[in-house]
């Protein structure tokens, strides 16, 4: 099996490695560029634990083959803090919006892709947007909680 | 398994047609990637067609239709405002195929070839009278949608074929449209079963008609008794019962852990009638 050359920028930084034909985005990011911050709870497209941002659309890196992330811009899970962490993951903190954490960094990327199209949505439009990340923990609410008053101080920041 | 890039779909269809092994074609994957995970599918070929110059690009032609490139994905026909305007039931179908994350890779394309007989986005193509490009090795053919499934999993399009373009027709003045399924969930489930009506008004009389049934017989169906049920009448209570009736007797359905061959059936006349009042209201401008 021939490998693929793969050269990308994932979280600003440029990255090449070489990727079997079969091997997904989300294998490759955590296997070969130790960017294991992206989790795989399905690997079939249902949980959304894997979900990253490919040139400004949010998806799942499971249902991606990493050869396709060629000259791509990637987003992870692991580029959201900088020096201070984002207000998402502040205010998931604060409101206990997790509890063992495996769906915390999809939920997180997805949320941050959410306020950037949308500041000020409702609960409902937080619900829908998050229908395809799973939490077995949390019972949702105050993830969507954390949410809002995250979007609320991002529009006060703004 | 060879990843192939090619550039143009004559190059696709002439690797396709050389594949002597499993082939797929790779639009957003989201099928081909679930397949290949659970081991369904193992590709010898995968052929992605992503890098075929115009593949994501949506275009309206000089007659008022629309030319839909194979990989534009869910997300992006859901924000062109022109686009949902002129065929909101389309777009609506599409929509409600997977997550937000799957709607940033799933295309038209891939739903009607995967062949699913509960597609979403299918019933509203046929029932918008949408046509594909097939490309093969000898050029290229027309082919009305409905013509494209052949059974669960399976197309009629020949060894080395591929689908290059979808077409919708002009929607023209005083037409509307409409997708509904019934899933017992809100969000992420597949359709028990699914309709789609697209009509066309003069005054408040209905002049033409096409209503397309998913997840009641292998293939989604387009009903001919069903939409002659309602053309030369105002939509009033005996064109919906007409119509019941006329998608009821249609429906094909099986059994399954998702609904039972009676319950199916009797949901396809719902649809079909709740479908039709909405499609009707858009038709007459009342509702988008
Ligand atoms: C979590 C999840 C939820 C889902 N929910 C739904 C749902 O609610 N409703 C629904 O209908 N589907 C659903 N699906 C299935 C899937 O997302 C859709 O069928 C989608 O539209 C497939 O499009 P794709 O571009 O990803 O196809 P791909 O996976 O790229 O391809 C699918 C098939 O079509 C063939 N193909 C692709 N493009 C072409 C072409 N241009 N010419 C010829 N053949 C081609 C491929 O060979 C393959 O067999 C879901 C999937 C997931 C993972
Ligand atoms: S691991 Fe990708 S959606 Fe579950
Ligand atoms: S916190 Fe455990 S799955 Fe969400």
Redesign the interface.
């Given at each position: 099996?021939s490998k693929?050359h793969v050269s990308t920028i994932v979280n600003g930084d440029p990255v090449e490695f070489l990727a079997n034909?079969?091997e997904?985005l989300l294998d490759a990011l955590r296997n070969q560029l130790d960017l294991t911050g992206t989790k795989e709870g399905c690997?079939?497209?249902?949980c959304?634990a894997c979900?990253v941002v490919?040139d400004g659309?949010?998806?799942?890196s499971?249902?991606?083959?990493a050869?396709?992330a060629n000259g791509k811009k990637v987003e992870t899970i692991e580029g959201m803090a900088g020096e201070e962490l984002h207000p998402l993951q502040r205010k998931f903190i604060e409101h206990a919006a997790l509890q063992c954490g495996y769906c915390t960094p999809g939920i997180l990327v997805?949320a941050k892709?959410?306020l950037e199209r949308n500041p000020d949505p409702t609960d409902t439009e937080v619900r829908?947007?998050?229908?395809?990340?799973l939490c077995r923990c949390t019972g949702y609410d105050k993830i969507i909680r954390a949410v809002q008053d995250a979007a609320a101080e991002m529009r006060g920041a703004a | 398994m060879r990843y192939h890039t090619p550039t143009s779909f004559a190059d696709a269809a002439v690797i396709a047609a050389a594949a002597t092994g499993t082939l797929r074609f790779l639009a957003g994957g989201t099928d081909v990637l679930v397949q290949m995970r659970a081991g369904v599918v193992q590709p010898d070929d995968l052929i992605d067609l992503k890098h075929i110059p115009g593949v994501d690009e949506i275009e309206q032609t000089p007659d008022g239709g629309w030319k839909i490139g194979i990989a534009v994905p869910g997300i992006v026909l859901g924000a062109h405002d022109a686009l949902v305007r002129d065929w909101p039931g389309v777009v609506e179908g599409m929509n409600l195929v997977g997550s937000t994350q799957v709607q940033g890779r799933a295309t038209l394309a891939g739903n009607l070839c995967n062949g699913s007989p509960a597609a979403d986005s299918v019933p509203g193509l046929i029932a918008a009278g949408a046509t594909v490009t097939v490309t093969g090795p000898n050029g290229s053919r027309e082919v009305p949608v409905e013509q494209v499934p052949a059974g669960p999993g399976r197309t009629n399009l020949a060894k080395g074929e591929v689908v290059s373009r979808i077409t919708l027709p002009p929607r023209g003045k005083n037409g509307g449209d409409c997708y509904l399924r019934f899933i017992p969930r809100t969000e992420m489930d597949i359709a028990v079963v699914g309709c789609a009506v697209s009509l066309r008004l003069d005054g408040d009389r209905i002049v033409e008609a096409r209503v397309a049934l998913g997840a009641v017989a292998p293939t989604v169906i387009l009903s001919d008794a069903a939409a002659k049920a309602i053309i030369g009448t105002t939509l009033d209570d005996a064109a919906l019962a007409a119509l019941t009736k006329a998608a009821q007797a249609e429906a094909k359905p099986i059994s399954d852990k998702r609904g039972t061959k009676e319950f199916r059936i009797e949901v396809a006349g719902v649809l079909a009638r709740r479908a039709a009042k909405i499609a009707y209201d858009r038709a007459k401008g009342l509702t988008k």
């Open positions: 099996m693929i034909p079969r997904t690997g079939t497209g249902d959304g979900s490919v659309t949010l998806v799942c499971c249902l991606m083959l050869a396709e997805a892709a959410l829908y947007w998050l229908a395809g990340n | -």
